[in-house]
């Protein structure tokens, strides 16, 4: 009995922490920016205009999903960088955090 308790009190932990983790990812003091895409998978050219434009407009935190797939890129005000999180196909949130901190010179 006190086993498959273990086993239950387990999961649902490692459930909270997961869902803790996903909640603390966008958490930020910037407001954020959302982009939703529907129907076709965005481009990586259309992907980098809402990320040009969330830029221009202050933007520093910045969402982009396409149905359940999601990349997030966040400015760290103390780090100076942009760090990205997350996919959409073969368009990785950290890659284009890197990209823009390379145009940005850093």
Not at 37 to 42: D, E, G, V, Y
Not at 55 to 68: N, P, T, Y
């Amino acid at each position: 009995m006190f086993y498959g308790a273990a086993i239950v009190y387990a999961a649902v932990y490692n459930l909270y922490v997961s869902h803790k983790r996903r909640v603390l990812l966008m958490s930020t003091l910037h407001n954020i920016i959302e982009y939703q895409f529907h129907n076709r998978k965005p481009s990586k050219k259309q992907i980098m205009g809402c990320i040009d434009n969330a830029i221009k407009s202050d933007g520093k935190a910045i969402s982009i999903s396409w149905g359940e797939n999601c990349l997030e890129l966040i400015w760290h005000d103390r780090q100076l960088q942009w760090y990205g999180y997350g996919w959409i196909k073969n368009i990785g949130g950290d890659n284009i955090a890197q990209e823009l901190n390379y145009k940005k010179g850093f």
